[in-house]
Nanobody
């Protein structure tokens, strides 16, 4: 079993920045690709960014491309998501997720069904 725990959410003004972190644990956690998703009130969960196990492949949704950076530290079993120039439409609960694969295509990472493990989420609220 893999456990994921997000941190770093909060209230921030538009134009500001946040760094979300995800700590992974569990004896079955290993060479997993990782992703970030978000869900705004009344909307479906949507893909934000993903990174393969070796950190050689990163993928972003167009809504955050150029503003977000996903990274990982495999020695510490952590994954981070930095988002700059935050906008009110970035307001959502952000979820960290672990895939059972080391890598995949862009479309593989976009689908939430390809992630086996999820954290409880962290709220990000961007005020005008």
């Amino acid at each position: 079993q893999v456990q994921l725990e997000e941190s770093g959410g909060g209230l921030v003004q538009a134009g500001g920045s946040l760094r979300l972190s995800c700590a992974a644990s569990g004896r079955t956690f290993g060479r997993n690709a990782m992703g970030w998703f978000r869900q705004a009130p009344g909307k479906d969960r949507e893909f934000v960014a993903a990174i393969n196990w070796s950190a050689t492949n990163t993928i972003y949704d167009d809504s955050v491309k150029g503003r977000a950076t996903i990274s990982r530290d495999n020695a510490k079993n952590t994954v981070s998501l930095q988002i700059n120039n935050l906008k009110p439409e970035d307001t959502a609960v952000y979820y960290c997720a672990a895939s059972i694969r080391e890598d995949g295509s862009r479309w593989y990472f976009f689908s939430s069904s390809n992630y086996a493990y999820w954290g409880p989420g962290t709220q990000v609220t961007v005020s005008i």
